[in-house]
């Protein structure tokens, strides 16, 4: 039975769904105190970043423009800083949940997905499943020196992403295209600038290394 059932987790590890739930499943042990205790992510960014949550979902609710929070010092133009107020995903999680919830919650989707993406691209490289998970393990815990700012949680998710697509791309996948155009713009939306910028750099790189590849070898007529 034992046997039976370490061949069929075997099996298991190289489906998409596997991965996702071997990313979610530890994340979310150590994430579950904020998510269904009442404990939030600790750090001065945090307060920060959840203030300005908070003032922007109570502008919302009053009809009053998020643009400006009068909260904040005499007042703040929001749409300057790294907040992602102009990202549907902010407004959609700021409409379900209180500003320190929706943090949390998308705080730990971020590092779920960081994990995830970066598991299939290192799979798409042709190393193993278990090594596959094990990477995507070892990036999200990489980055907990930034778990209290979410602005650059964000950049650690759209990064493997960008591989991916420009994986893709190198071989003629050309819908990744939009796959690629909408991490960008989403990127603009949800990161801090910084992060943004430095996120796009090692995909851009990596995407040189690719066409120099083929032009090495050859193998694309585009190039030849």
């Not at 904040?72 to 959609?92: D, K």
């Not at 209290?148 to 819908?175: C, D, H, M, N, T």
């Not at 750099?201 to 066409?211: G, I, Q, V």
Request: hydrophobic fraction near 55%; glycine fraction near 8%; charge should be positive.
């Amino acid at each position: 039975m034992s046997e039976d059932f370490l061949k069929k987790v075997e099996n298991w590890s190289g489906k998409w769904w596997f991965m996702l739930l071997a990313m979610a499943l530890p994340v979310f042990i150590v994430f579950s105190p904020m998510l269904i205790g009442n404990k939030m992510i600790g750090g001065s960014d945090v307060l920060w970043e959840t203030q300005a949550f908070a003032g922007f979902q109570e502008a919302v609710k009053k009809g009053d423009s998020p643009l400006w929070n009068p909260n904040v010092f005499s007042g703040f133009p929001v749409f300057a800083g790294p907040f992602g107020y102009f990202s549907p995903v902010h407004w959609f999680f700021l409409k379900l949940f209180s500003a320190i919830s929706a943090f949390s919650w998308l705080t730990y989707i971020s590092f779920v997905l960081s994990g995830f993406f970066t598991a299939l691209f290192i799979r798409k490289l042709g190393v193993s499943s278990l090594g596959s998970i094990l990477g995507g393990l070892a990036w999200i815990t990489s980055k907990q020196a930034y778990v209290q700012s979410l602005a650059a949680v964000y950049a650690f998710v759209f990064l493997p992403i960008l591989f991916l697509v420009a994986l893709k791309i190198g071989e003629k996948k050309w819908r990744s295209l939009l796959s690629g155009t909408t991490i960008v713009s989403l990127s603009f939306l949800m990161c801090h600038l910084f992060w943004t910028m430095a996120s796009f750099l090692a995909p851009f790189f990596y995407s040189l290394y690719l066409a120099w590849i083929k032009i090495k070898s050859g193998s694309d007529s585009r190039f030849s």
